[in-house]
């Protein structure tokens, strides 16, 4: 499976994406794993948070740096669902979950057993 991937990651991302969703439904038992941090503020309840619904080893070392390197050493094909809001957020932890965003996009990119999906969910006071 791991090679068919990457022969479909190699003709373009669009397909990659088009295939891993599909595989999503079953048909290879691709790991699906939803993180929801939506109601995280700051960059070290976000990797604290990272840390606990993904498994990282304790040596993990919160920074942008040490979640590439766990996400690109993930050996079973997994999809990660990312909801996110920016709702009530400073400017700086804005950036710094952008920054994050990137880093789940490169890992992506970098690791053919790897999928990822972000979701803003971005509810007004009227809903």
Wanted: net charge negative; proline share 0%.
């Amino acid at each position: 499976m791991r090679a068919l991937l990457f022969g479909i990651h190699c003709s373009g991302t669009g397909t990659v994406k088009a295939f891993r969703l599909l595989n999503l439904r079953g048909e290879t038992g691709m790991k699906t794993i939803t993180l929801d941090i939506r109601d995280i503020c700051e960059a070290d309840s976000l990797h604290g948070y990272l840390r606990a619904r993904l498994g990282f080893n304790e040596y993990y070392g919160c920074n942008l740096d040490a979640l590439y390197d766990e996400l690109t050493s993930i050996c079973e094909d997994t999809h990660i669902h990312l909801i996110y809001s920016k709702k009530n957020k400073d400017a700086a932890y804005i950036h710094y979950l952008q920054r994050v965003l990137g880093v789940f996009q490169d890992a992506e990119n970098e690791n053919s057993g790897l999928s990822f999906a972000k979701e803003q969910i971005d509810k007004t006071s009227t809903e």
